[in-house]
């Protein structure tokens, strides 16, 4: 008898644990399915995936930061606060969260919420620039330029650090030392983006600004059109149109600033229709 109960003691034993072992195995693989999914850009298929993870597991951080990132895409910054609000309650020390969770702010303009999340995922790791990058752009719109081109200038030295700098950060750095009024230092760092990057519009588009900054009208203008064929990235023709139509004007070419002004007109009376 005492050996009949010990048996069904440890039978009872087992059933209570094997549920959490099956569930976690479960999420780990639901989430592994919807990071692949992720990856093939079937965001449909993988948020359905997270649904089961999560269903498994409500507390796998790796599951709700995906689904944050695909719902942040999405611009379905519900979803995404509450699963980052999850994640971070879930592990406060998850760095990734923690920046998303910063970035989630930020795109709200809630910029004291932002810092302290962004400050967070930094110290969590010191070796990913998205970090300082975004504590950069956050300080810039509280009209510190001084600590954004100090985080910023952090992120470029971290990814060059780690092999080469890439071209968002470069130019977003950029952008912040013309702000503030670095024109020297914004053309060594143009200079070293257009060396890694000499098929960027985005480069040139910026090479013309500092250009008209600096009293270079004919340069700028020259970069403009350098980069007006180019393949589009974040900057667009109508951006480039009208670095040009400024351009012209001060170097004293009225046909080509109107020819240009023409353009803007046109694009904008398409978007309008």
């Known amino acids: 008898m005492t050996h009949w109960l010990l048996a069904a003691c440890a039978l009872l034993l087992a059933n209570t644990a094997h549920p959490q072992t099956m569930d976690a195995a479960r999420a780990r693989q639901a989430y592994e399915s919807a990071n692949t999914l992720f990856e093939q850009h079937r965001l449909p298929q993988s948020m359905a995936a997270l649904e089961e993870a999560l269903a498994a597991d409500p507390k796998n951080v790796p599951a709700l930061t995906l689904r944050a990132k695909i719902a942040i895409g999405a611009n379905r910054l519900d979803i995404a606060g509450q699963s980052l609000e999850r994640a971070v309650a879930a592990d406060p020390s998850a760095w990734y969260a923690r920046f998303l969770f910063g970035f989630w702010y930020y795109l709200r303009d809630d910029w004291s919420h ?39 200038e952090e992120a470029v030295r971290i990814e060059s650090a780690a092999g080469k700098p890439d071209s968002p950060t470069l130019l977003a750095h950029s952008r912040l030392l013309l702000q503030s009024g670095r024109l020297a230092d914004c053309s060594k760092v143009l200079d070293t983006a257009r060396l890694l990057y000499p098929a960027s519009r985005d480069v040139r588009y910026e090479i013309g600004r500092l250009l008209l900054k600096k009293g270079d009208a004919v340069g700028a203008a020259a970069a403009g059109e350098e980069a007006l064929p180019m393949a589009g990235e974040d900057v667009t023709d109508l951006q480039i149109h009208y670095l040009l139509v400024r351009a012209y004007e001060a170097a004293g070419n009225d046909r080509l600033a109107a020819a240009h002004a023409a353009a803007i007109r046109a694009a904008e009376a398409q978007s309008a229709k």
């Open 114 to 152: 932002a810092i302290a999340e962004l400050s967070a995922a930094r110290k969590l790791n010191p070796r990913d620039a998205r970090a300082p990058l975004y504590l950069g752009m956050t300080h810039e719109r509280l009209g510190d330029l001084r600590q954004a081109v100090a985080f910023s």
